[in-house]
């Protein structure tokens, strides 16, 4: 079996997730690298785009987060090989990626510069990309794509989870709720997914 080194912040959540969910879900035992900030700092340069995660495979390394989750899920069975239900389950994760853009680009203001982006956030892009995934929800049924669990509803438990904590200055925790409840009831039952939670139990131990 090939050696896998997953390098991300020690975050339960974000970009690295989903792939080291898919890892586990796949059986592939992998070196779940957690890196603080200050070592990601130290180290930044040396990856290839000067971000992380990265997926070390043999000591070769990948970036991007949808190719290594979309790469790890074909093991797991958690990507469709059907070529229409793989395209409903990009479009989800595309469309994740750009919401993600557009909240880290408030990242780094403050005062009251900050809680007018937060707010412009919520009337504009949110509220569009929240409710466009609603929708997309809505065409697959269950699950966005394949009638089954695929990385993109771990890529949407991930978000929705981040998104509802209530840590971002401004953006209240019932946020999703008021705009998108379905992806807060899909966000309920992916965590009780038995190969989701199979990996926080495994996170526990
Ligand atoms: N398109 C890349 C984006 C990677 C990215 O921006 N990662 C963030 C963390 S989630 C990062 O490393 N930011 C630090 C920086 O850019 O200095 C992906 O999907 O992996």
């Known amino acids: 079996m090939p050696n896998y080194r997953l390098n991300y912040f020690d975050i339960d959540g974000g970009r690295g997730e989903v792939t080291r969910i898919a890892l586990h879900a796949a059986g592939l035992e992998f070196e779940d690298n957690r890196l603080s900030f200050p070592q990601f700092g130290e180290a930044r340069t040396s990856m290839r785009f000067h971000a992380v995660p990265t997926l070390e495979i043999d000591g070769e390394e990948f970036s991007q987060s949808d190719a290594m ?3 790890v899920g074909r093991f797991a069975n958690l990507y469709p090989t059907d070529p ?3 395209m409903y389950c990009d479009e989800v994760l595309g469309a994740y990626e750009d919401l993600t853009q557009f909240v880290v680009r408030t990242f780094g203001l403050e005062g009251d510069a900050l809680k007018e982006a937060r ?3 919520m009337d504009g892009k949110m509220t569009v990309f929240l409710t466009g995934l ?4 809505q065409r697959g049924g ?3 794509a394949d009638n089954q669990l695929t990385i993109a509803d771990i890529r949407s438990f991930v978000q929705i989870k ?3 904590a ?3 200055d401004h953006i209240s925790a019932d946020f999703v709720q008021s705009v998108a409840p379905a992806l807060v009831e899909h966000h309920n039952r992916i965590a009780a997914e038995p190969r989701v939670a199979a990996y926080y139990e495994s996170r526990q131990g």
Request: aromatic share 14%; charged share 15%.
């Open 142 to 144: 269950e699950y966005f």
């Open 119 to 121: 707010q412009n956030l």
């Open 166 to 168: 209530g840590v971002l």
């Open 69 to 71: 989750s979309r790469y």
């Open 84 to 86: 229409l239900q793989a």
């Open 134 to 137: 609603q929708e997309l929800l």
């Open 162 to 164: 981040s998104l509802s």
